[in-house]
Antibody
Framework: QVQLEESGGGVVQPGRSLRLSCTAS????????MHWVRQAPGKGLEWLAV????????FYADSVKGRFTISRDNSQNTLYLQMVSLRAEDTALYYC??????????WGQGTLVTVSS | SYALTQPLPVSVALGQTARITCGGN??????VHWYQQKPGQAPVLVIF???NRPSGIPERFSGSNSGNTATLTISRAQAGDEADYYC???????????FGPGTKVTVL
C-alpha cells in the first residue's frame, strides 16, 4: 500500500531554517505530483506548494512564496520542503501529499514544526 | 484569490442525512473534492471531481456541484462519520489549490 513518511520537524527559533523530507513507497513516485499541506493547531488545512512529477514545475501559496522551496529526488522517492525565515505562524503539522490529478489522493501522517524562541 | 466558504458546525441525527455545502464564485465550473478528517488523523479523500467516490468509500457519501454551491451529502449518518469535512478546488487562473475552512459534523 502507499506510504508517505514525513520527517525533519521539530522546534526551531524564529528566523531560522528547517528542511522537511517525505519518503514515499508503494507507488511509482515519479509519476505523481507532490504537495505540502499544513495545519496549524486547531485550524483548517492550508495548501503550501506543489511540484510536478518530473520536478520541472513548482507553484506556491502566497503565504510562503519566497520563503519555502519544494523539491524532489525521484531516484530516492523523496520530497523536500526547505523553509527559511520561519515565523511563529508557520507552527503547524506539515503533511506530504501525493496527487494523480487535482485532488489529494494519499496523505502522510505529518511532521510537527514549532517555531518558538 | 479564489475563496471557498463552508458552514460552521452541522449536526445530524443518527441514521439521517447530513448536507455540507461549499460556496464559491461559479464553483460549478470547477472540480470540487472533499476530505474527511477525524481527530488526530490525516485527511482522507471521500469525493473527487464533484461526485466520484474513491475505492473503499461507502456509497452513503455523495456529492454534487452547480452554480455557486457544491454539496457533500452523507446519507444514513453513522457515529463514525463524525469528523471535519473540507472542500477543495484547483484555481486554474492562479495555479493554486484552495481549501474551504472546514465543517465539523456531529452525529447525535
Amino acid at each position: 500500500q502507499v506510504q508517505l513518511e514525513e520527517s525533519g520537524g521539530g522546534v526551531v527559533q524564529p528566523g531560522r531554517s528547517l528542511r522537511l523530507s517525505c519518503t514515499a513507497s508503494g507507488l511509482t513516485f515519479s509519476t505523481y505530483a507532490m504537495h505540502w499541506v499544513r495545519q496549524a493547531p486547531g485550524k483548517g488545512l492550508e495548501w503550501l506548494a506543489v511540484i510536478s512529477d518530473d520536478g520541472s514545475n513548482e507553484f506556491y501559496a502566497d503565504s510562503v512564496k519566497g520563503r519555502f522551496t519544494i523539491s524532489r529526488d525521484n531516484s530516492q522517492n523523496t520530497l523536500y520542503l526547505q523553509m527559511v525565515s520561519l515565523r511563529a505562524e508557520d507552527t503547524a503539522l506539515y503533511y506530504c501529499v501525493m496527487a494523480a490529478r487535482y485532488e489529494f489522493d494519499y496523505w502522510g501522517q505529518g511532521t510537527l514544526v514549532t517555531v518558538s524562541s | 484569490s479564489y475563496a471557498l466558504t463552508q458552514p460552521l458546525p452541522v449536526s445530524v441525527a443518527l441514521g439521517q442525512t447530513a448536507r455540507i455545502t461549499c460556496g464559491g464564485n461559479d464553483i460549478g465550473s470547477k472540480n470540487v473534492h472533499w476530505y474527511q478528517q477525524k481527530p488526530g488523523q490525516a485527511p482522507v479523500l471521500v469525493i473527487f471531481s464533484d461526485s466520484n467516490r474513491p475505492s473503499g468509500i461507502p456509497e452513503r457519501f455523495s456529492g454534487s456541484n452547480s452554480g455557486n454551491t457544491a454539496t457533500l451529502t452523507i446519507s444514513r449518518a453513522q457515529a463514525g462519520d463524525e469528523a471535519d469535512y473540507y472542500c477543495q478546488v484547483w484555481d486554474s487562473s492562479t495555479q493554486v489549490y484552495v481549501f474551504g475552512p472546514g465543517t465539523k459534523v456531529t452525529v447525535l
